[in-house]
């Protein structure tokens, strides 16, 4: 059974700086288009980044366009999304899912499509 388990979450102030942990279990996903969306309190979900596993390529969203990186640790079925500069607006739910390397290239995960595993979130606060 296939388990995408985030961890990292917190409370920092604005400015500050978290790094979030996305361990795939279950499977290896040599080539898969990992990502990272968020859902704030009242607001739609976003796209935040992604990262395609086969080529380490990054995507980003204009709103974390350098401040966030994507990356993953060799070997290991892992993922990690640091977050630079924390905005009081970065405040939401993050979650992690794993799709299809097609939706890295073709820019599907930034509508969240061709994502067939998803995590269960990690809680971000950023106070002003």
């Known amino acids: 059974q296939v388990q995408l388990v985030e961890s990292g979450g917190g409370s920092v102030q604005t400015g500050g700086s978290l790094t979030l942990s996305c361990a795939v279990l279950?499977?290896?996903?040599?080539?898969?288009?990992m990502s990272w969306f968020r859902q704030a309190p009242g607001k739609e979900r976003e796209a935040v980044a992604a990262?395609?596993?086969?080529?380490?390529?990054?995507y980003y969203a204009d709103s974390v366009k350098g401040r966030f990186t994507a990356s993953r640790e060799n070997g290991n079925s892992t993922v990690y999304l640091q977050m630079n500069s924390l905005r009081p607006e970065d405040t939401a739910m993050y979650y992690c899912?794993?799709?299809?390397?097609?939706?890295?290239?073709?820019?599907?995960?930034?509508?969240?499509?061709?994502?067939?595993?998803w995590g269960k979130g990690t809680l971000i606060t950023i106070s002003s």
């Open positions: 899912a794993a799709g299809r390397p097609g939706s890295c290239v073709r820019g599907l995960w930034l509508q969240g499509a061709g994502m067939d595993f």
């Open positions: 279950g499977y290896t996903y040599n080539t898969r288009c």
């Open positions: 990262i395609h596993t086969g080529t380490r390529t990054t």
